[in-house]
């Protein structure tokens, strides 16, 4: 099934246990997205985790000894094809949609393609990216949304 060309093995693992319904329609958005963004996907791997299971992470490959919701690895060796791992605190994103008064489950969406956009050359670093990285987000949890109903 994975050597289908047209369907790059997306993959959801979870190191605890999560409530997220319809995945295989975030799945298929995540693809949809890499289509979009013009940049081809070879396999993804999401990691669902505890905030000391990232900060062990953050701590270990970047040296950050801070909490944090999202960390995206580009295992690419090919540049035209993307591999990659993305690792999303569990703990951080149920925090971060109580303080931003979204629900669990659109905050989860809204960090997963934010990995995903990461890995098609969208940055963060600057308000200008924050603002670009923004709209894209918002661009792809209406497109989720949309195909949900």
Same mark, same amino acid.
């Given at each position: 099934m994975h050597n289908n060309k047209s369907t790059p093995p997306i993959q959801f693992h979870f190191l605890?246990? !999560?409530?997220?319904?319809?995945r295989t329609l975030a799945k298929e958005v995540i693809r949809d997205l890499f289509k979009k963004e013009k940049t081809k996907l070879e396999q993804l791997q999401y990691i669902f985790c505890s905030d000391e299971y990232l900060l062990e992470i953050n701590k270990q490959h970047l040296q950050h000894n801070y909490y944090t919701d999202i960390i995206t690895f580009d295992l690419s060796n090919n540049p035209k094809a993307v591999i990659g791992e993305i690792y999303i605190s569990v703990?951080? !994103?149920?925090d971060n949609a109580q303080n931003y008064e979204v629900s669990f489950k659109q905050e989860l969406l809204r960090v997963i393609f934010h990995g995903a956009l990461h890995l098609c050359g969208y940055k963060d670093k600057t308000q200008k990216d924050q603002v670009l990285m923004r709209k894209a987000e918002d661009k792809y949890l209406h497109y989720y949304l949309s195909k949900a109903k």
């Amino acid at each position: 099934m994975h050597n289908n060309k047209s369907t790059p093995p997306i993959q959801f693992h979870f190191l605890l246990p !999560v409530s997220f319904t319809q995945r295989t329609l975030a799945k298929e958005v995540i693809r949809d997205l890499f289509k979009k963004e013009k940049t081809k996907l070879e396999q993804l791997q999401y990691i669902f985790c505890s905030d000391e299971y990232l900060l062990e992470i953050n701590k270990q490959h970047l040296q950050h000894n801070y909490y944090t919701d999202i960390i995206t690895f580009d295992l690419s060796n090919n540049p035209k094809a993307v591999i990659g791992e993305i690792y999303i605190s569990v703990d951080r !994103v149920k925090d971060n949609a109580q303080n931003y008064e979204v629900s669990f489950k659109q905050e989860l969406l809204r960090v997963i393609f934010h990995g995903a956009l990461h890995l098609c050359g969208y940055k963060d670093k600057t308000q200008k990216d924050q603002v670009l990285m923004r709209k894209a987000e918002d661009k792809y949890l209406h497109y989720y949304l949309s195909k949900a109903k």
